[in-house]
């Protein structure tokens, strides 16, 4: 699925930003989630116009977020930390608000966006669902985010490898549907992960590229 009118509208929004790695970044994320979503989903006997609804849903789902780009991506230092989580957590009803603006989207997909931060054991957030309550997509997605976000390069942290991501997920396990979870261990670990470990190999090597043009900048080694 090429989701090219998903790649338009994230270009779109994404004009406002700053630096253009926060662009790609974005995009990044979300092709990981989107890809690895579709594999699980297909690992749990989902039907093709599920997946293909997720495959938008994954690409999608952050787009609340670039709503908020001075706050999230502005690279501030006036904005204290408590603050732009109080902000992030507002991108899943913004998510709503911007692809219903749009038009073009179903409800399902819209559903999925609007839950991908609501935990299995009620702890999520913004209506603290609980179980079957929350949309099967959005369960699907809730796995395939934190993974990808695990997996990659943040401000405070390095990117933790596959196998130590798993392992901070498992401590964290209640917050997962565990059917979904074991699906999305089996494609972890089979040959059909292959396209997204290079996914996320291409990011970070971008990300290694950043860093050394940068030192190179400051003259550094």
């Keep these: 699925m090429e989701l090219e009118r998903e790649r338009k509208l994230i270009e779109r929004m994404g004009a406002r930003l700053t630096v253009e790695r926060d662009l ?19 690992a749990l006997g989902c039907d093709d116009a599920f997946c293909d609804e997720l495959a938008v849903a ?7 977020k670039l709503e908020l780009a001075d706050v999230i991506y502005g ?3 006036d904005i204290l930390a408590v603050e732009r989580s109080k902000y992030v957590r507002m991108h899943p009803t913004l ?5 219903r603006k749009e038009g073009a989207y179903s409800e399902e997909v819209i559903s999925f966006i609007a ?10 957030y913004p209506h603290h669902l609980e179980g079957e309550e929350i949309p099967y997509g959005a369960r699907i997605l809730r796995v395939c985010d934190v ?5 990659s390069n943040r401000a405070y942290r390095a990117a933790f490898s596959v196998d130590v991501a798993v392992e901070e ?14 699906a999305f261990l089996k494609v ?23 860093l050394s043009t940068h030192a190179g900048d400051r003259g550094e080694d």
Aim: overall charge negative.
């Design 75 to 77: 690279h501030r230092d």
């Design 188 to 210: 972890v670990y089979g040959p059909e992960f292959a396209p997204v470990r290079e996914m996320i190999d291409r990011a970070l090597l971008f990300d290694s590229e950043d």
């Design 147 to 151: 993974f990808s976000a695990l997996v």
């Design 58 to 64: 994954g690409m999608l789902h952050d787009i609340g």
């Design 24 to 42: 790609r970044d974005f995009f990044a994320h979300g092709e990981i989630v989107s890809r690895l979503a579709v594999l699980v989903a297909k």
């Design 95 to 99: 998510g709503i608000d911007v692809l």
């Design 115 to 124: 839950n991908h931060h609501e935990n299995y054991d009620g702890t999520g």
């Design 169 to 182: 997920m498992i401590g964290d396990v209640r917050e997962y549907d565990m059917k979904v979870f074991l």
